[in-house]
């Protein structure tokens, strides 16, 4: 069966399309992606203005051709953060729904983190044993961790790399004193979570997903040959720590000719490298590594589950 996941987050419109089958791992046929931000949309209120709505229907339109073009038998169409809490998000849903003809999945924070554990859990096997799980999006933070398919922690905060850019980090460059207000914001804000992580048994593995901290292992990591023979990225905090000042000083034109700054992140990487620092630093992780499966795999997985083929 050929599956397609459209993925509707603060940052892009993001649909892949996979091949499953009953007892193997879904094989991924291709990936496209269209760069919306929608965070700079919101009006005064935390509503997505008209333009904003347009350019959101547009995307996803163009994303359901796609699929319907490369013969997509079952389309997975989910939101997170940015539509999940618009002030008119009733209102933008059922535009969505009108483009797509179909109903769309709207994930609660929580329910962001498990899915995309259960990929991680997936990618890295059960020999990874107990997993901690960072994955930063445009609008929040999602935390998880436990020894299972499915975590027994799973936290979401609103550090999201494009919210934190908007609320922290307006000038370009932001400069060391922004930076600084947005370390003792995350400190703040992380600090609940790490209490109630250190209250549990110590990780195996620490991972990172999704799109901004695979960007900042390219710039501040190195590859590691894993235990199946294949490279996998690490990024220590350290090094990470050393290129915040570095970024906050580079204006966002520039930062794309950085290793691994696609320019669709060149805005929001200085954010989202000081949200990942404070929270490696607040939960007392020294290195991750990174997954290339996140919330979209994690979605997909599940619904091959709930086919009863695994």
């Not at 892949?16 to 496209?32: E, I, Y």
């Not at 269209?34 to 209120?45: A, D, F, G, I, Q």
């Not at 997170?80 to 999945?105: C, D, F, H, K, Y």
């Not at 209250?199 to 593995?205: I, L, T």
């Amino acid at each position: 069966m050929r599956l397609g996941v459209l993925d509707i987050g603060s940052n892009t419109v993001h649909l892949l399309v996979a091949d499953a089958h009953p007892g193997g791992r879904p094989l991924a046929t291709s990936s496209h992606r269209t760069v919306l931000r929608l965070m700079r949309y919101l009006t005064p209120s935390g509503a997505i203005s008209e333009e904003g709505i347009r350019a959101l229907v547009d995307a996803v339109t163009a994303e359901r051709e796609l699929a319907e073009k490369e013969k997509v038998q079952e389309l997975l169409p989910t939101a997170t953060s940015a539509v999940r809490e618009a002030a008119n998000g009733p209102e933008v849903i059922a535009r969505i729904e009108e483009a797509l003809g179909q109903p769309l999945q709207v994930l609660g924070g929580e329910t962001e983190a498990r899915f995309t554990f259960l990929a991680v859990r997936r990618w890295f096997g059960w020999s990874a044993g107990r997993i901690l799980l960072f994955d930063i999006g445009g609008g929040s933070l999602e935390i998880a961790a436990g020894d299972e398919d499915l975590p027994e922690y799973a936290e979401s905060v609103p550090l999201g790399a494009g919210r934190m850019t908007l609320a922290h980090l307006t000038e370009d460059p932001p400069g060391e004193k922004a930076v600084a207000r947005l370390r003792a914001h995350a400190a703040e804000t992380l600090a609940p979570v790490a209490k109630d992580l250190k209250a549990m048994p110590k990780p195996d593995h620490v991972v990172g997903s999704s799109k901004t901290i695979r960007s900042l292992a390219k710039l501040a990591g190195y590859p590691r040959q894993g235990w199946s023979g294949s490279d996998r990225m690490v990024l220590p905090r350290q090094s990470l720590g050393q290129w915040v000042p570095r970024l906050a000083r580079i204006p966002s034109a520039v930062r794309k000719e950085l290793p691994g700054i696609t320019p669709e992140r060149t805005v929001q990487i200085t954010a989202g490298a000081v949200v990942l620092h404070e929270a490696m630093k607040a939960m007392g992780v020294n290195e991750l590594e990174v997954s290339p499966w996140a919330l979209r795999e994690g979605v997909m997985l599940r619904y091959i589950e709930e086919l009863g083929w695994v």
